[in-house]
């Protein structure tokens, strides 16, 4: 998950209960400041009638169909004396001008006439108005409470993105990072202190590691060419050696298990020092390649070399294939992939070639799936193979990124499939 949206889910989580918290206070809040304005009315009225019929005057009439009616009953010391003289409540009254019971907010109120009698007074208001306006705020707070959460998520959203900005320019930088490669310098234009210290970090670490890769290619390259000679005159002493002294068959024996060594040795030499050349970008010549053409020439020659193992090999050309690639390294890269699917092929097996569009596909029979994460590393061997160096994959693979070559590995239908595909 993408930090931004866990700090979205993160911050929902805090949100939630404190905004449902704040919607439900606010919601009895209003409830109880409605009963307040209704109650102070409802007072406001009692007291006008107490007056009123204490003083002997008129009595407002009796369910006049506005919103107050009133109802005065004499009661009894005994019953003044066990009931609240104040008391507020919620009930059903019936209305005759409307020929229906509604809810309504009640007080009632027991007082003493001027000749010491006891009446219970009873206000009534309708509060069928107040429910629904209870309703109404009821549903706004639910509706601006969603709102309201989405907006604050969504504002933090764009908040934070626009914050981390820096952060994903440097993670899109190193996305396209390639060591070795012309590469850009790390983005770096922000004021955020910490995203400047983050930025000069980064482009510390990749110019202490471009310069540990570009010794280590250094490396690799001298040795390899300074190897060149005394390897080759191991080679010839070895081979005066046989031609040229009396030996016994266990010392022939080992002189050729020796030159078969140098030999590994030799081609690994070659191979390391052309990886280097790869890296270095030292075939800048090009001309025009026909894969198909170059892929027969190599069938050939691999159905020869492996002869023994009676491996049947299949070439379908859906259309031609012509690339600009320097001759030398379409040369390697076929190879390598050609005799990789020899080698790593039981007998009596088949491979398979295909062109279609402008992707390669050599398919080989085999049982169980390569690991398709550390195949194309160099000296990875999945399964040892004598006279392997253990570069065949990884040279392809470096060739394939020299010319921005797509190189794929997949296992089904009971075959490995290498593809490449040019752009």
Same mark, same amino acid.
């Given at each position: 998950?993408?930090?931004?949206?866990?700090?979205?889910?993160?911050?929902?989580?805090?949100?939630?209960?404190?905004?449902?918290?704040?919607?439900?206070?606010? =919601?009895?809040?209003? @409830?109880?400041?409605?009963?307040? %304005?209704? $109650? *102070?009315? &409802?007072?406001?009225?009692?007291?006008? /009638? #107490?007056?009123?019929?204490?003083?002997?005057?008129?009595?407002?009439?009796?369910?006049?169909?506005?919103?107050?009616?009133?109802?005065?009953?004499?009661?009894?010391?005994?019953?003044?004396?066990?009931?609240?003289?104040?008391?507020?409540?919620?009930?059903?009254?019936?209305?005759?001008?409307?020929?229906?019971?509604?809810?309504?907010?009640?007080?009632?109120?027991?007082?003493?006439?001027?000749?010491?009698?006891? =009446?219970?007074?009873? @206000?009534?208001?309708?509060?069928? %108005?107040? $429910? *629904?306006? &209870?309703?109404?705020?009821?549903?706004? /707070? #639910?509706?601006?409470?969603?709102?309201?959460?989405?907006?604050?998520?969504?504002?933090?959203?764009?908040?934070?993105?626009?914050?981390?900005?820096?952060?994903?320019?440097?993670?899109?930088?190193?996305?396209?990072?390639?060591?070795?490669?012309?590469?850009?310098?790390?983005?770096?234009?922000?004021?955020?202190?910490?995203?400047?210290?983050?930025?000069?970090?980064?482009?510390?670490?990749?110019?202490?590691?471009?310069?540990?890769?570009?010794?280590?290619?250094?490396?690799?390259?001298?040795?390899?060419?300074?190897?060149?000679?005394?390897?080759? /005159?191991?080679?010839?002493?070895?081979?005066?050696?046989?031609?040229?002294?009396?030996?016994?068959?266990?010392?022939?024996?080992?002189?050729?298990?020796?030159?078969?060594?140098?030999?590994?040795?030799?081609?690994?030499?070659?191979?390391?020092?052309?990886?280097?050349?790869?890296?270095?970008?030292?075939?800048?010549?090009?001309?025009?390649?026909?894969?198909?053409?170059?892929?027969?020439?190599?069938?050939?020659?691999?159905?020869?070399?492996?002869?023994?193992?009676?491996?049947?090999?299949?070439?379908?050309?859906?259309?031609?294939?012509?690339?600009?690639?320097?001759?030398?390294?379409?040369?390697?890269?076929?190879?390598?992939?050609?005799?990789?699917?020899?080698?790593?092929?039981?007998?009596?097996?088949?491979?398979?070639?295909?062109?279609?569009?402008?992707?390669?596909?050599?398919?080989?029979?085999?049982?169980?799936?390569?690991?398709?994460?550390?195949?194309?590393?160099?000296?990875?061997?999945?399964?040892?193979?004598?006279?392997?160096?253990?570069?065949?994959?990884?040279?392809?693979?470096?060739?394939?990124?020299?010319?921005?070559?797509?190189?794929?590995?997949?296992?089904?239908?009971?075959?490995?499939?290498?593809?490449?595909?040019?752009?």
């Amino acid at each position: 998950m993408k930090l931004i949206y866990r700090i979205a889910l993160r911050l929902s989580l805090v949100l939630l209960p404190l905004m449902a918290l704040w919607a439900t206070l606010f =919601y009895f809040t209003m @409830v109880d400041e409605i009963n307040d %304005e209704a $109650d *102070d009315t &409802l007072e406001d009225y009692s007291e006008l /009638i #107490i007056m009123r019929m204490l003083a002997g005057r008129e009595l407002p009439s009796l369910n006049n169909g506005s919103n107050n009616s009133y109802s005065i009953i004499p009661v009894d010391e005994t019953y003044a004396l066990e009931h609240p003289h104040i008391d507020y409540y919620d009930a059903e009254i019936y209305i005759p001008e409307k020929d229906e019971t509604e809810p309504a907010r009640i007080l009632t109120t027991i007082f003493q006439d001027n000749d010491g009698k006891y =009446y219970e007074l009873q @206000v009534a208001t309708p509060t069928f %108005e107040k $429910d *629904d306006l &209870l309703d109404a705020i009821l549903n706004w /707070i #639910i509706f601006l409470y969603i709102l309201l959460l989405i907006t604050v998520i969504g504002l933090t959203i764009w908040v934070f993105q626009r914050s981390m900005r820096p952060l994903y320019a440097l993670l899109k930088w190193f996305d396209n990072y390639t060591p070795g490669q012309n590469n850009t310098i790390v983005p770096n234009n922000t004021t955020i202190s910490e995203f400047r210290k983050l930025n000069t970090a980064a482009q510390q670490a990749i110019t202490r590691s471009e310069e540990l890769f570009d010794r280590q290619k250094q490396f690799i390259g001298n040795a390899s060419h300074e190897l060149q000679t005394p390897l080759a /005159i191991l080679g010839n002493r070895i081979e005066w050696i046989l031609d040229n002294t009396d030996l016994n068959e266990a010392q022939i024996g080992e002189l050729l298990k020796m030159q078969q060594t140098l030999g590994h040795i030799v081609r690994l030499n070659k191979t390391l020092l052309l990886l280097t050349k790869i890296d270095n970008g030292q075939f800048p010549e090009s001309k025009e390649i026909n894969i198909p053409e170059l892929i027969q020439e190599q069938i050939a020659l691999y159905n020869e070399i492996y002869e023994s193992k009676e491996i049947r090999c299949t070439a379908t050309y859906d259309n031609p294939l012509t690339v600009q690639m320097n001759e030398s390294l379409a040369r390697t890269l076929i190879t390598n992939l050609l005799k990789n699917a020899y080698l790593h092929t039981a007998k009596n097996s088949h491979i398979a070639i295909t062109v279609t569009n402008r992707t390669l596909t050599i398919a080989n029979d085999g049982e169980t799936p390569l690991d398709a994460e550390h195949i194309f590393e160099r000296f990875y061997q999945g399964a040892k193979k004598q006279g392997s160096t253990g570069l065949g994959l990884a040279l392809a693979d470096a060739i394939g990124k020299y010319y921005c070559l797509q190189i794929a590995y997949d296992f089904y239908g009971k075959q490995h499939h290498f593809s490449v595909t040019w752009p």
